[in-house]
């Protein structure tokens, strides 16, 4: 009797070690999501637009620049990116879209994406009107699917679905304390593509 208590008693502590290396392992093995960083935005020359534009004027777009980090924090898998659609928004309107070609990243890397964006005529004059009165703020928002490839294994697709709040001084560039917004999780299930 008390060799079978022995014996059970011996057998649970196997399982549970067992159960908790394999834990451990998985922890361990899981890759991280990259993150996405804003560095950079600007809007060039806001305050040598003609404020008193024609009906011609009306139709112009304007451009916006900027630099979009992506780390990949994983120090153990390479990352394949999925053409990556990048969209600011102004008053919830689209002000343009650019899609980021797919990539492949490697291991415990950043890719450094210097761009811009040619946007919507009717938003863009918005979008100026804001500035000048230095109450501008923009949101930007990422969708892409990505793959991890580790020992030599890809896995299934991700969704990657995030965004954030860009405030924009009038100057035309980031104002406030944090001149480099990280992108966070997107509430909302799903995010429209722009309007391109």
């Known amino acids: ?22 834990f451990f392992l998985w922890l361990s093995l899981h890759p991280r999501q990259p993150t996405y960083t804003i ?11 003609n404020t008193n534009s024609t009906a011609n004027e009306d139709s112009q777009s304007g451009t916006v620049l900027f630099e979009l980090e992506i780390e990949n924090p994983n120090q ?4 394949y990116h999925d053409d990556t659609f990048l969209t600011f928004y102004y008053s919830e309107e689209a002000l343009g ?3 980021i070609s797919s990539f492949h990243q490697k291991k415990g890397t950043t890719s450094q994406i210097f761009d811009h964006v040619n946007t919507d005529a009717q938003v ?7 500035v000048w009165n230095a109450t501008a703020e923009l ?26 709040n860009l405030p924009i001084g009038s100057d035309g560039k980031i104002s406030g ?6 992108l966070g999780h997107n509430s909302k299930k799903s995010t429209k593509k722009g309007t391109r």
């Open 1 to 22: 009797m008390c060799e079978t208590r022995s014996f059970t008693f011996w057998l649970f502590q196997v399982v549970v070690l067992f159960g908790l290396l394999i």
């Open 39 to 49: 560095v950079q935005f600007s809007i060039p020359n806001p305050n040598n637009t």
């Open 76 to 79: 153990d898998s390479n990352i």
């Open 97 to 99: 879209q650019k899609t």
């Open 124 to 130: 863009w004059k918005k979008l100026l009107n804001a």
């Open 139 to 164: 949101k930007v928002t990422v969708v892409s699917k990505i793959r991890y490839r580790m020992w030599g294994l890809t896995s299934k697709h991700h969704g990657i679905n995030l965004q954030g």
């Open 177 to 182: 304390k944090k001149k480099k917004i990280k």
